[in-house]
Structures are given as C-alpha cells and as structure tokens.
C-alpha cells in the first residue's frame, strides 16, 4: 500500500450564517488519503459530504482547518491559483454529470485538455470516450444522451486529463441501479487503470464497500465509532461491497 | 483554454436558445435604425440645405460693409468653391423726370451661384440668367410701372445711361420683407466703374461662395477667425429664422427618434443578457471546477458575444443602408434634385453605437458572472450571494447617457429625454417597491389564484422590479415615438395652417387702407392682417447716447447704426406674448413702449427703463412698459418695439399688410401692384413652401423610424417577458403536479401580468407626456401643447392587454408541457 499522502485535512470546519444564526456544517474534520488510495465518505442526507467534499477540492475555504492537495496548502493559495492546480491534479464526477448543454460529447470531454492547453485534445477525447464505449456517439449532445451516458461521458472528461485525484460525488444517484451498476464498475475500472486517488461521496453502502476505506459523518462529525480501525470499512458495508463486486 | 474556440462552439449552440437571437435582433435593429434614420436626415438634411441655398444664391456668404480682402477669394479658389461678388446699396433710378429709389444690387459673374434668377423681357416668355452684361440693368416690376417704362427702354443710375434688360420675375433673395424698396440688378464692374460704391456710399458687400459641403465648411472655418470687424457670416440657415427653426425642429425630430430606436434595442440587450448570464451560471461554476481562470472565463463570454455582434452590426448596417435607399428610391420628392452622396459619417457612428449599446448594456451582467462560486456545482442556491454595489451597473447608465448627448446634438433634447427616463426609471422602481411592500401584507384577501399570482410578484421583488422598469421605460419611448411625436408634428403644421399669410405689402399709405382692403376681399385674400409702420433711429438708453462697444451681443450694432422699425396696436397682435407689464389700455400719461425679449436682453433693459427715439425730426422718449415674447417664425410682420398707439398716431407712417391670396391670382396682384404703385409687394410662398416642405419630409422620415421601433419595443417585450417565463417554468411544473386546473394557472399569470402592464402603462403615459410638454417648450418650441388625453390613456390598457397576453401566452407554452419533463429538468 503507498504510504506518501496526497490529500489530508486537519481540524477543517465550515460554518455559514444562515437566518437563524451561525450554523456548523463541518466540525473538526481531519483526514488523510495516500496516493492511489480510495476513500468513501458516506453519511446521512445533509451531514455534511458535499461540503467536505467541495473543501477537500478546493472549491471553497474552511472556516478553520486547512487542506493540503499534492503537497500544497490550499489556504495559501487564491481563488486563481487553486484554480489553476485543480485543472493540473483534479477531475470530477457529479450526481447531475453538469456537462455543458452547448458542446457535444466529444467538445465536453476535450474541454480539461483544452483549459490545459493541450495540442492533441481532440484525439485523446476521442481515445477516452471510446473507452466508455461511446466512440460513435462522439458528436451527439447531452441532451441526445441517457442519464447513464452522459455520466460515462463524465467520467471520461474526468479521466482523460489523467488527474491525481478524482472527487466523485454520489456518481449514481441520479441513475437507476443497473446504469448505476454500470456506471460504477466503469469508474473503478479506470480508476485503477489511472492509479488515480479517489475520493468518493456516496450514500450507497455498495458502492463505498469498493473503497479501501470509508468514513462516515454524523452531523458533520466524522463518526468516530464508525472510523474506529482507520483505514477499515464498516464490516456490514464491506461485505455488501463483497457481495457486489 | 482557446476562448476564441470555446467562445465559437458555445454559440453555436446557444444561438437557437432564445436570449442570443434577441440579443442578435436588438442589435441588427438598433444598427439598422440609427444607420437608416441617420444617413436618411443627414442627406434630407444637406439636399434640404441644398435647395434653401438658393434663397442667398449661395451657399455661404460673407457680408462685410468694406469689400473683403483678396485672401478671402484666394482661400475660395483654392478650395475649389465657385465665387462671386455682391454689393447692395441704395440708388435712385431716373427717366426723364420720374425717379424711384432703388435697393441695387451689383452683381459679379456668376451670380447666382445656386438657385435662378429669372427675367422677362419684352417678349414675354421668362427665362433663367445670371449677372446683367455690362451697360444693361433688371428691374422689379415696380420700377417699370414707376417710371412708365417697358423693358428695352433706357434709364439712368448714378449719372449713366443703362439699358433695361428685363424685368425680374424671380430672385434668390425674393422673401425678404422688410427690403424698403425695389430691386434693380446691375453688373459689379459697372457699379464700380460709376463710383456707386465709392466712400461715403452705404454699401453691404457679400462674397457668396458654393461647392461641396466639405469645402464650404471648410471655408467657414478658415474664414471665421480672419474676419474684418463688422463682418460676418451668413448660411443658409441663418439667412431666414422660419428656416433655420425649422431645420432645427425638423433634426430634432429625427434625432429623437432614431434616439429612443437605440434605447429601446438598448434595453432588450440589458434584458437579454441578464437573462443569457443567469443561464450562463452554472457552466461558468463547471468551468472554475475544472480549474478554468476568471480571465479566460471573462474572454470567453465576451467573444462570444463580440462574435455575435460584429455580424449583427454588419447586418444592422447594410439593412439600414438598404431601408434608406429604398425609402428614397420610393420617395423621390425626399430629395429634390440631385441625391446628395452616401455620406460616411452617420453609417459608421451607428455601427459603434451598435457595439457601444451592447458592451453598455450586456456587460454588466455578465462580467459578475466572474465572481460565480465554483461550489455552485453542488448547490445551485449559492447566486445569492451578500449583495454588494458593484459599479457595473452604471455602465448601461453611462453609455445610455454618453448616447443621449452625443446623438441628440442638441444640449435640451438631451437634458430632456436623459432626466426624463431617470425618473421614470427612479418613479417605478419606487412605486413598485411601495406596491409590492402593500402586495404582500395586504394582498391575503384576495381570491386564491390571484393571490398566487401577486405574490409571484412579490416573492420575485428584484426581477418583478427590473421587468417593471424596463416594460416603462420601453412603453414610454414607443409613446413619445407613437403619440407625442406625431402630435407635436401636428402642432407644428398647424402653425403652418393653410391660410397663413403668404404675401407681405410695405409702403401701403394709410389714407389707402380702406380702398386696399376691399381690393383684397375681392382677390379672396384672407387672414389679412395690417399694422402701421414707422422708421426711426435709436438716439439714448435713459437717457445716454448707446454704443455699440458696450453691449457684448454684436447685433446690438445693427440698431445703434442703422433703422429700426415701430408699430403700434390697441391689441396685442398675434404670436405675441406678454411677459411682464400690461398692454396699453389708452390710459397712458407718457409715451410708452412694448419691448420684445431679445432687445431686452441685447440692450439689457427693464421696466421703466427710457428709450429715446427720432422719427424724422422728432424725439419721442418712452417708457418701457411691458415686455413681451415674439414667435419670430410665424410668418407674420412682427416688431421688436410697439409703442403706445396714442403717440403712435402721431408720427408719419406707412401701413405693413400680410395676407393669404388663393394660388392663381399672380394676375390680380401684377394689377393690384400697378394701381397702387407706391407699394412693395413680396412673396414668400417660396419660403413658406420650404418650411412646409421640411414639415412633410421630416413627418414622413419620421414614421419610417417609428416602424424600427415599434419593432424594438415589441422584441423588449418579448425579452422581458420570456425572463419571467424561465422563472414561472418550475412553479407551473409543480402547481400541475399538485393538480392546479390550466383556468387556476392562466388566472394566476394573467393577474400577475395585468398588474406588470397597468403600472408600466400608468408610468409610462404619465411620463411620455410630462416628456412631450418638456420637449414643445424646450426643444421645439411650440407654445400651449398639450398631449393628446385618449391615445395615451389607451396606451395604459393596450400596454396591460399587451403584456398579459404576451405573458400568458409564454405560460401556457409551459402549462402544456408535461410536469415531469420540466421537473426532472431543474
Ligand atoms: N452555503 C451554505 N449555506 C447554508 N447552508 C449550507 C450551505 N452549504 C451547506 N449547507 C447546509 O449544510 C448541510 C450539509 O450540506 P451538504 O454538505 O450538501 O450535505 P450532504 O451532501 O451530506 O447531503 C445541509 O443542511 C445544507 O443545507
Ligand atoms: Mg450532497
């Protein structure tokens, strides 16, 4: 197992001011993931997983805390700057896919190539797509696409850059379980492939199973029951992993 | 990133999605608009100039009492201008022992340089010449029945024989009232050679110079800083104040309209582009997620833009250019003579007002999308973010404004349309803030789906407000175009009625009045008016003695070394006003005096003050007792000082008369002016006939406009409206779910729509017409306007009717689509 860490938090908190007052969503959250590593982050339904998630990417600034990503402090770094390490080091994978409505599948997976800045962009897309086994369907727009291949379309434009870290939040949610199912295996598939880090928000206890770890939150606490054994998943997610896999 | 690419592939995409084509549409519009409107007027403009031209016989002159110096026909010549020479001074002619005092002109060679001269000679039929040659002379038809001559005989002028070559049926400066006595048109080398224009001789000399408008203008710059003292320009325009206000008004007019043609394409790009950033958003927060810079995010959105634009703009262009020349190509009698050239000027101010109006107006909206949070990916509620000022949003205030100064070419057109539209933008969002504060609270009485509909707007306070401000801005400018501006142009012919005077007779005696009046009843004269004239000098200002040195208005000199002419009248005539004081009621101790504004001003004057004046041997001194405000371009004899008629009756005078005759009566009046040989009879149809024709010409340029906007108005209409849509979409979706009937749902946007159009409507009538009154006094000086009441209150439930029905339409679109489509999209 690689050892060298590639992501960690320390003590990160969110809070926001909301009409009733301050409110915590995050509280204290440290982590840590090792290159090649692969994290789920499960938790209720507004414990705090996309926000973690969106701090872990550099999104946005925690309260307190501090991020690292590939060896740099996030807080150190302006809106401009974690920009620019994001398009070097990160893709990502929605529960909406969020591809662009006016370019075709092909435009959309050559788009991290192009913030690159790369010359062969159009043939690498066309290389990645016809890994997701969507070759044909090259010029086609999303709204021409299933919900299931428009996130395999995603997940090549989250690939074809070759990211150090991929963030994946709840990449199934908005299919059904069968495309889930496919969608899911695709994701692993190139996720090894890639020997990409991978850090993955979900809900489904399955697909977290296929994670070398998980970390459930609670309110935006990391369960510190569930954790116990770091590095372990929950037995019962395990072996619903194991079922699946 | 390659935003040039990224900026190429997004539009073509989103081009078909709605707001880019209305963006497109403004544009093409509002370029098209300003192209047509100003190449049309700028050409209109320089054959109208072109054609009044040949009421000074040129179209520059330079009158000077010493003959110019020879620099002045170098610069001519090397411009390329043709140039002659005039000199006008009084002679008297001789035939045996008749005499007649004459107002002669000498004329160079070429004379006239634009429009004719025409003379008849004893054949008969007229014919078209230029100076008298040397030795001979032409005469008005005064001169012939005064000395009992025909044409062909010989006279004298200044000690020489002269033959008289014609007699003068038509010349360039035919018009001019007040010219004391006939002409008689002689060669400039004869006068000279005579010693008529020695020393001591009272003589006006005149270079006249024509040619292309870029070289007369440039003459006139060369020109103006090198006159002799006592010299002085003269246009066309300024040759006759009837036509230099009517070119005004008329520039005005078209001004204003192609003006409010770029606000309203204005207002659509601002509506649309706030609706395209909104769309834009949560791409630009993907776009941050993959690491894209604010920098390349911004480059990108404003190519695609610019990408959109500069096609528009050429469409915009050749349309305007093309719409122009079909109208003239259709409208031949726009352009008398020959059609001036394409001028380049106007064409390519509207192609940067075109990107001007939609930087102005688009850019706001969408550079804040630079500041889009990148987690927005994740919550798409995060736009609402702390609202701060962001100074952006004066942009389309300050291009809106920079457009109205630059465009209205004129400083109170500007004022006027620029502090109107703030207000109505301030009154609406004010009352519609106050509304939807009594909406809320007040409105749970209301039956339910109304209710839903008013709280609709209420809920969305900030877009409710833009929409309002927006539709009355919109319903103002298409008023001001649709009612104000063709009810000012009425006021305006009006002034022009058919039975203006179009002859005025001088030197009429006043033991001739009775038998003169029956003899134009029985021409079918009519509106004849008739004041009494005297002539007389200007001696002291209380009592001092006036220097022409010590009033800073140069024209002060006129009065101080020349004539000036009184009236009297137990009436204040017509298109005269009174400011201060009271007219004469016949109870006056002393002789007194009405003063006309401008002397006022000129010889700084007030109530009470003195003016001492000689009439003949006799100094009358007057006490200014009111003073009044004159209409100067009303075609009527109107006079600077009116004294009391008690002291009037007492000097020798002559009778100033002004009627309208029929057409056809030319006979009549050549009998009329042979039996009462002492008067001067001048025809300004010519004159009232440009002034009309300007009216028609700018009516007409005018309503090709209108057509340009209305269609702008309708597409901010539909950009206003098609945002609201995007918004309902949603609520309907989910209202249907909820198992609202499609009557619940019509009757929940139609009350949300008739409240938008009635308050925009309200606003807008009221605005429009506070704008129409503040352009008849201001701009066009048109006394006692009023706005016309039903049009404009008509607007108010057209306005309502219009939007509600634009709304409703938009919705029902979504109420038909099936809820899940929509829901599962959001
Ligand atoms: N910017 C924000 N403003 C207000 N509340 C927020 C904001 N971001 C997240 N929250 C709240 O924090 C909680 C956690 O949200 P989220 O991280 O999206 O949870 P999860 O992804 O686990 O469902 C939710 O209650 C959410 O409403
Ligand atoms: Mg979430």
Known sequence: ?245 | MKPLTFAARSLRREFFHGELATLFAALVLAVAALAAVATLASRVERAIVASAAELIGGDLGVSSSRALPPEFTAEAETLGLRHTELADFPSVVFVGDKSRLCDVRAAGRGFPLRGVLAVRDASGPEKNVHEPEAGSVYVDHEVLVALGVGVGASVQVGGREFRLAGEIVRSPDSGNVFRLAPRLVMNYADAESVGLMGPGSRVRHRLLVAGETASVDAFAAWAKPKLPAGAEITTVEDAQQNLRTAFERGESFLRLAALLAALLSGIAVALAAQRFAKRKTEEVALLKCLGASRGEIIAALTLEIALLALPACVIGLALGLGMQEVVIAFARDLLPGATPPLPLGPPLAAFAIGLAVLFGFALPPLLRLRDVEPMRVFRQDLDARPRRFDALYLLPFAVGGALIAIEAGNARLAVTLGAGFLIIALATWLLGFVLLRILRSGGKRLPGALRFGLANLARRRALSLLQAGALALSLTALAVLGVIAPSLLDRWRLELAPDTPNYFMINLQPEQRDSMQQRLAALGATNVGMLPLAVGKLVAINGVAPKADDFEDKRAANWINGEMRLSWSDTLPPANKLKLGRWFDGSETEPSLSVDTMWVDMFHLKLGDTLTLRVGERDITARVASIRGVNWDSFRVNFFLMLDPKTGETLPHSLVTSFHAPAGVSAQLGTLSRDFPNISLVDVNAILDRVRDIVDRVGRAAGWVLAFSVAAGVLVLLAALAATADERRFEIALLRTLGAHARQLSLAVLGEFVALGLLAGLIAAIGAAGIGIALAQGVFKLENYWPPAWPLLSLIAAAAALVAFAGWAGTLRIARTPPMAILRKA
């Open chain 1, 1 to 245: 197992m690689p050892s060298e860490s590639v992501l960690s938090a320390t003590e990160v908190s969110k809070t926001v001011d909301g009409p009733d007052g301050r409110l915590t969503i995050l509280d204290g959250v440290s982590l840590d993931v090792a290159r090649g590593a692969s994290l789920a982050i499960v938790g209720a339904s507004g414990s705090g997983k996309t926000t973690l998630l969106g701090l872990l990417a550099g999104l946005d600034r925690p309260s307190t805390g501090s991020v690292t990503l590939a060896g740099q402090l996030l807080d150190t770094l302006d809106e401009e700057a974690r920009a620019r390490l994001r398009r070097r080091l990160v893709g990502f994978v929605f529960q909406s896919f969020h591809l662009l409505p006016a370019l075709n599948a092909e435009e959309n997976v050559m788009l991290p190539l192009e913030l690159e800045g790369s010359s062969d962009a159009a043939s690498r897309a066309r290389d990645a797509l016809a890994r997701v086994g969507l070759d044909a369907r090259r010029h086609h727009y999303p709204h021409q696409l299933s919900g299931g291949e428009q996130q395999r379309v995603a997940l090549a434009r989250a690939f074809v850059h070759g990211p150090e870290v991929l963030f994946a939040d709840e990449p199934t949610g908005n299919l059904d379980q069968r495309t889930g199912a496919v969608v899911s295996d695709l994701l692993f598939a190139l996720n090894r492939e890639h020997g990409t880090t991978l850090v993955l928000v979900t809900h489904d206890v399955a697909l977290a199973g296929r994670c070398e770890r998980s970390l459930r939150l609670v309110d935006g606490r990391i369960d510190r029951l569930a954790a116990e054994g770091r590095g372990q998943a929950l037995p019962a997610e395990r072996a619903a992993g194991e079922g699946r896999a």
